[in-house]
């Protein structure tokens, strides 16, 4: 079995003609009775449905395309998960396209509910199919401009021409449909201090406005659900009302900063990951005794800011080991170092074996600054990569845990990919990959990965397995000023 095209019109397939090479094109034939019935033989894993359609919605233009979300008619909802994927890859094509319902039904006319669009066959042929079914649409009359109206003829043409655009979308669908298996990596998703620093701005809300000083972590979908919640997020406290509230990230900030919060008046509430205020812990007391403290992070990473704030006379941020083969301090009997928590592990351990052997007196932690969660989420991606065809990791760009996932999986020798989420996934990396691996950095939500799997669903038949790995206890309390 193997995906299939499905096309109501012969004017839609003469669109794709030629434009589909390999690909199965069927015509079901207009109408819902009739494109049922010559869908129940088809016997595809998957379909996909392409063709014209009447706007519902006013926002619609002739021309635009429109992914079905879901697909309503004879009563029933059938959800198409894909969408996101299949839109993406539209719109690389530069088209507008719009995601929602699709309403399927005997005629065009009439009422839609909040449905984006209507036809005659999609939610039929997704019934009868019995397999994933997404629906693809270009628009050819809209509420404004109905059909049977002068320049129908015109708005025609440029749906079918919105519909041969949209091929090369069409055809990376149908190459990356098909049965294949998703392994889960365990641990992923948050972690204990991500929860606790989103717990912080959740408790602050419930007593009024709340301010962050930038990400509370780094989730662009977590900062937008606060801020839909009420939460303003600001770059400097000096953005913030005097005597506000106003949250301080997981990342930790430099005393310098809590200092300017004083002099404002602000009320501060510290959700800065336990584990980071330990190596902010650590350089106070290297630098209190008069060393040079080697801080192994990336130098641009608020973590590693707000940690050389600490005592930046003294800390020297070693990025690699090349730069650690190079950096001099001012007396090598009175050196220590400290980590970044979101590094990857085995590129730490690098540098900091350089340290070591061009400094014998250097002082180590006394425990490790990758904290547990980076540690465990990289070993469970590297045995992800090992199993599979094509690892996808869900975090932002701007997530240095999630970013070391990525990069630890590749030097596996296995592609990989960081979303933001599923409507970041190109089709084209699909095709081929039989079972694909999935994990999610510390600050991206669970949610999101329910919603990858979802879309991968749409694709065809999906088997769904988690890992074994560690598993992990830890939870932090909240910090007292928020209680």
Known sequence: MSAVVAVPLRAERAALAGRLPGTRVVRTGMGPDRSAARTRALGADAVLVAGVAGALDERLRPGDVVVASELRGGGASIPSPSAPLLAAALRRGGLTVHVGPLLTRSSVRGPGGNALAVDMESAAVAAAAGAPTAAVRAIVDTPSQPLLRPGTAVRGVRALAALRRAAPALQEWVAAAGPREVLLASPRSFCAGVERAIGVVERALETGPVYVRRQIVHNAHVVADLEARGAVFVE????????????????????????????????????????????????????????????????????????????????????????????????????????????????????????????????????????????????????????????????????????????????????????????????????????????????????????????????????????????????????????
């Open 236 to 483: 400097e406290v000096d953005e913030v009302p005097e005597r506000a509230t106003v949250v301080l990230a997981a990342h930790g900030v430099a005393p310098s900063l809590r200092a300017d919060a004083a002099r404002r008046g602000l009320a501060v509430v510290d959700a800065t990951c336990p584990l980071v205020a330990k190596v902010h812990s650590e350089v106070r007391r290297y630098a209190g005794r008069g060393d040079t403290v080697f801080l192994i992070g990336h130098a641009d990473h608020e973590e590693v800011v707000g940690t050389r704030g600490e005592a930046p006379g003294r800390v020297v941020v070693v990025e690699d080991a090349e730069q650690a083969e190079r950096v001099q301090p001012a007396d090598p009997d009175h050196v220590a170092y400290v980590m970044q928590t979101t590094l990857a592990v085995d590129e730490a351990e690098q540098v900091a074996a350089v340290l070591r052997r061009r400094f014998p007196a250097l002082t180590a932690p006394r425990s490790d600054d990758i904290c547990y969660a980076t540690t465990n989420r990289q070993r469970a991606v590297r045995e992800l990569a090992d199993a599979t065809d094509l690892v996808l990791v869900v975090g932002s760009a701007n997530s240095s845990n999630s970013v070391r996932l990525v990069e630890v999986a590749e030097r596996e020798g296995t592609p990989a990919h960081l979303v933001e989420d599923a409507a970041a996934v190109d089709l084209r990396w699909l095709a081929g990959a039989a079972r694909i691996g999935i994990t999610a950095g510390a600050s991206a939500p669970p949610s999101l990965v329910d919603d990858l799997v979802a879309a991968l669903g749409g694709l065809g038949p999906l088997t769904v397995r988690s890992t074994a790995g560690a598993a992990e206890y830890v939870r932090f309390a909240l910090p007292k000023e928020s209680i």
